[in-house]
């Protein structure tokens, strides 16, 4: 198999930035994704369907000419997210879903969530209002080891969330462990999950064997190779339509990852179809790449599938070492490595 013509893929888990940052990387998304869902995490963060919507409108503006891309906005969800603001949301047609961020737990997280039940109110709407719930599942307890929060997240706070609203939709997004792989296999169909071309691709060694590579820091923060890794790869690879592509591309400036206190999160936008080709080709299996890459997102958000096609070729090329990031640098995934698919214009 030398060539693969897919249907476009969408990505359900995508940072833009905003400004002459989202203008530097918005078309590469464009180029690869019919779709994504926007994340909010922007400083200050998409708290209204009005913010989402001028949100959306820059985005549009940003794009390269002729290039078609539409972004499903998604809402902030704060201790203050009033039920009216959702019920707003819903009228928006912009908007696609709300985040849920525990406070503290990730990049511009700071005025998320400080305990669910401050949400409970929102989340009736939600459920009514079919708004897909989409979760950075980490708790924030200092005294919970950052690499049990995804795990420990599950057990306290989402297992009690899927209990108290069996009819919402509960997108568990970028997962990184096999608890993760486990817990979303075993929920019902409302339950699915996102997975990362740097979880499927990379694991903790990656990041802190022979010297420590803030390229690779990210969050929730890279897992084992065994069991978490290996979990991840048989989840993505399986078939099952309850995990699909969202890539979390999240691009920072290179100086302030190389620093004494760098930012979390991995820039893949340029490369995220090639990653994901590079991940499914190891293991046998190109023929399962189109229904997580292309089919199983839209059908769990009850959009149609997109209908125009992009086709990979078997052709090892080297990813930059780093792309203009509004007149500085960003470091993306993979950075100066062979990749053995390209995606053809
Ligand atoms: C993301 C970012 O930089 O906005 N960082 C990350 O490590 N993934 C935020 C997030 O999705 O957690
Ligand atoms: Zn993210």
Known sequence: MNRITLTKPDDWHLHLRDGEAMKSVVGMSAKQMGRAIIMPNLSPPITSAAQAKDYHD???????KETIFKPLMVLYLTDETSKNEMLEASKTPEVYAAKLYPAGATTNSSNGVTNIRKIYSVLEIMQKEKIPLLIHGEVTDPSVDIFDREAVFIDKVLSKVVRD?????????????????????????????????HHLLANRNHMLSGGIRPHFYCLPILKREYPHQDALVAAAISGSNKFFLGTDSAPHYKNEKESA??????????????????????????????????????????????????TLEKLSWTVPKSYDFSGAKVVPFFAGSELSWKLLD
């Open 58 to 64: 820059r985005i549009i503006e940003s794009l390269p």
């Open 165 to 197: 609203f069996p009819e919402l939709k509960i997108v568990l997004e970028h997962i990184t462990t096999k608890d993760a792989v486990d817990y979303v296999k075993g929920s019902d169909k409302n339950i699915a999950a996102t997975i990362t071309p």
């Open 261 to 310: 206190c760098g930012c979390a999160g991995i820039f893949s936008a340029n490369a995220a179809i090639e990653l994901y080709a590079e991940v499914f080709d190891k293991h046998k299996q190109m023929q399962m790449l189109e229904g997580f890459s292309s089919f199983f997102g839209a059908d769990f958000y009850g959009l149609p599938r997109n209908t125009e096609k992009i």
